[in-house]
């Protein structure tokens, strides 16, 4: 008998943990083979009922999530035609809250795993079993039949997921040391999970000694709040500071105002690049907070945030949501700036989503809340946020993402927030001003974002700060790219061939000195020129404080970004006054 555990994942670099872990916890049964094949959402409907129909399994059990939930659906009702024998099951956060509807809506699925699915797996494959004694499962019998609920899985008996790496060459490598989470949040589906449940620490040591012996390149964690048991996070932490290969990067999320000075020193400790934090805000509103039962310390919030920074060695990832209770546009705008001023590397605009079996689910109607009917669910409406107005954010959020979490416009970004009074009235202006140009409307190639920047800079500066924003757009761009032709927004190309000579010099004397450009050993000055790039700057683009106002340098400055180190957070390159 062949089972074949199906995913469509959103992306290739994604991963399904939860069918390694029912194939793993599984184990080998007689007469019994499991095998998994995983798609994305992009893969065309056809090809992947061509690779079901060559696989031909006798059992087909899919894994449901909101974001592959309208291609499932259109995939069940053809799987039939070319499989009619094949038995088909579901599982996951998408079908669990309503399995009976589901059932009926789909009448070709034999049944429904609920909740936590090892166990509840191994005794559908073993077949020692009738549907009837298999806790966790709505299947057919003459009906719908609905079994008992299963009790939660000791965390530590799920078997290492990973012992096999082949699959996930050039993938996320997905990781939990714990389930269940001990908040309450409104929006969230793990609030209905009571108990956090936690891996055995010395196991968990020794499955992330193997991600640092085979050096992958990111190993993520699924814990939905890491650090909710300090014991835990300082065990692991400190592992990870005492056993770092210098190459893995490790990604967790936090709830950032119960970290405790003793977590905060050793993270400070870590080599730059090692750790993300991705911090779940969601908004400073304190109405807010207590609707969607976060109970959380903004000051506090803020200090750890400043603190994290200090040491320009954790990424920091902040997350909003808009369309939550007693939040409107205003309010949403005030959140936006008390979070954009903490400096987060990323700063996530994301929109509630009204997910089935969640409090917020069942408190739609009470705040009026209009919300897409199919997956994600997301909110289009809220009795304090009018449509119109979610789809500015939407916009803002658009801006967001190319101007600020792109990392590309540091600097130029940083000068325009000087310009207006706070960093939501300029992503604002900004959307707007794409909107009214035809930007949005257009897929962009990297070089048309800052000619695109340039045109919206100088809408709302003065023309004789041209020569400013042409710099400041040019040290962002040759901060991140090393090219060969060069941008049409660039300026100062004249002023090159009059330092011609002192550049050779420089080269020159690094051939022989190696005192500043120390990565090019074995490199000749000719060499070096071409694998660097030297600009000429009048004004001093480098400075945090760089304001419209801000005048020529007294003499113009000539650097050289140096591409073979470059920041490990922010990817910058590192430059050279010469």
């Known amino acids: 008998m062949k089972i074949l555990l199906a995913a469509i994942n959103a992306k290739y670099i994604h991963s399904n943990p939860a069918l390694y872990s029912l194939k793993t916890y599984a184990g080998q049964i007689k007469d019994r083979q499991i095998a998994i094949a995983e798609y994305t959402i992009n893969h065309r409907r056809e090809d992947i009922l061509a690779d079901l129909y060559r696989q031909a399994p006798d059992m087909l059990a899919v894994s449901c999530y909101i974001w592959n939930w309208e291609i499932v659906s259109l995939l069940l009702r053809e799987i039939p035609k070319i499989l009619p024998q094949t038995e088909i099951w579901l599982g996951g956060p998408e079908v669990s809250y309503n399995p009976e509807q589901v059932l009926e809506q789909f009448p070709m699925v034999m049944g429904i795993m609920v909740g936590e699915g090892e166990e509840t797996f191994r005794e559908l494959v073993e077949g020692t079993r009738g549907l009837p004694d298999i806790q966790g499962i709505v299947f057919r019998q003459e009906g719908i039949v609905r079994t008992k609920e299963r009790e939660l899985l000791e965390l530590s008996k799920v078997p290492f997921l990973y012992s096999d790496l082949s699959n996930f060459i050039n993938r996320i490598i997905y990781y939990e040391s714990s389930r269940g989470c001990p908040y309450r949040c409104s929006y969230c589906l793990s609030s209905i999970d009571k108990t956090v449940r936690f891996r055995d620490i010395d196991v968990v040591k020794r499955e992330l000694q193997f991600f640092l012996d085979q050096r992958v ?106 369309g939550l209770p007693y939040e409107d546009y205003e309010s949403f705008a005030r959140s936006f700036n008390e979070v954009y001023q903490m400096r987060p590397h990323q700063l996530q605009l994301g929109f509630l989503k009204i997910l089935k079996g969640s409090p917020m689910h069942n408190m739609a109607d009470v705040y009026e809340m209009q919300y897409l009917s199919a997956p994600p669910y997301e909110v289009l409406s809220t009795r304090w946020l009018p449509y119109e107005k979610v789809l500015c954010l939407k916009e803002v959020e658009e801006m967001v993402e190319v101007y600020y979490n792109s990392g590309q416009f540091t600097h130029s970004m940083r000068l325009l927030e000087r310009v207006f009074p706070d960093a939501f009235s300029l992503y604002q202006a900004l959307a707007k001003f794409s909107r009214r140009e035809g930007y949005l409307a257009q897929a962009q190639a990297r070089t048309a974002r800052y000619q695109a920047l340039l045109a919206f800079m100088m809408s709302v500066m003065s023309k004789d700060k041209e020569c400013l924003c042409r710099e400041t757009l040019t040290y962002d761009f040759y901060l991140r790219e090393h090219v060969k032709n060069r941008p049409d927004f660039a300026s100062g190309e004249e002023a090159r061939t009059v330092y011609k000579e002192k550049l050779r010099d420089f080269y020159r004397k690094e051939e022989t000195e190696r005192q500043r450009l120390s990565a090019y050993a074995g490199y000749d000055s000719r060499q070096m020129s071409k694998m660097t790039h030297a600009e000429i700057f009048r004004y001093p683009v480098w400075c945090e404080d760089l304001t419209p106002d801000t005048e020529p340098c007294a003499e113009p400055a000539l650097l050289v970004f140096d591409y073979r180190i470059r920041d490990a957070l922010t990817h910058e390159a590192r430059t050279v006054f010469v």
């Open 217 to 322: 390149a990111q190993v993520k964690f699924v814990d939905r709040t890491f650090n909710c048991n300090h014991e835990h996070a300082v065990e692991i932490w400190r592992y990870l500071l005492e056993n770092d290969n210098n190459v893995t990067n490790m990604h967790f999320e936090i709830e950032a105002d119960i970290l405790t000075q003793e977590e905060l020193e050793l993270l400070s400790r870590m080599r730059a690049g090692y750790i993300q934090m991705e911090i779940g805000v969601q908004t400073t509103n304190p109405e807010t907070l207590r609707e969607i039962c976060r109970h959380t310390d903004m000051e506090r919030l803020r200090e750890v945030v400043a603190q994290l920074g200090q040491g320009h060695n954790i990424h920091i990832h902040l997350d909003l949501i808009a």
